[in-house]
């Protein structure tokens, strides 16, 4: 084989390794970019929802503060005890707006969960917003439920024992205040 020949085979052959190379490190490069917008969008919908969620602990802050001051003024004219009113109906005219009135949301913060994304985000970031929805969930939510569980149990029903009930309200939302104001 003469030098000529040699010298074509090698150039072309190194041509051919530099075009996979390149395609592999173009390929590589158009992922991590992809990856990147997928990333910034992900962080996007996570602030725009922690933005909602937070208008919605603000509302409902409002209307749990409003309803622990008309447990308590309830509580301190104990006129209560020896009206004719019923239990259910007393507990319901210390909520005039109801318990919630819109739920705090976690969609983006699962869907993150559920995607590569989530491999390309800084570990600490992963950890408070793990942390947070955490609390926003375990906390209030479970707090939201013995509250509802109080307000659907049987006792809620009998005559009796309507300053028992008005106490563990108040009890329960002096605890969701404080857990509304944590995250707030």
Do not use: C
Request: net charge negative.
């Amino acid at each position: 084989m003469n030098w000529s020949k040699l010298s074509k085979v090698l150039f072309e052959s190194g041509l051919i390794i530099f075009s996979v190379l390149l395609a592999l490190t173009l390929s590589e490069w158009r992922e991590q970019a992809r990856l990147n917008e997928e990333t910034d969008r992900a962080m996007q919908l996570i602030r725009m929802e922690l933005s909602s969620n937070l208008g919605t602990l603000e509302k409902w802050n409002t209307n749990h503060r409003m309803i622990l001051s008309n447990i308590e003024q309830t509580l301190e004219k104990n006129d209560f005890a020896t009206s004719d009113i019923d239990q259910k109906a007393l507990v319901r005219a210390q909520m005039p707006n109801g318990l919630t009135q819109s739920q705090l949301n976690t969609s983006a913060w699962d869907a993150i969960k559920q995607s590569q994304v989530s491999n390309a985000l800084d570990i600490d970031i992963i950890f408070a917003l793990s942390n947070l929805y955490t609390i926003q969930s375990q906390g209030i939510s479970q707090t939201l439920k013995s509250i509802l569980q109080t307000l659907n149990s049987r006792e809620l029903y009998k005559q009796t024992g309507k300053s028992e009930t008005l106490l563990l309200l108040k009890g329960l939302f002096q605890e969701l205040v404080s857990q509304e104001d944590y995250l707030i």
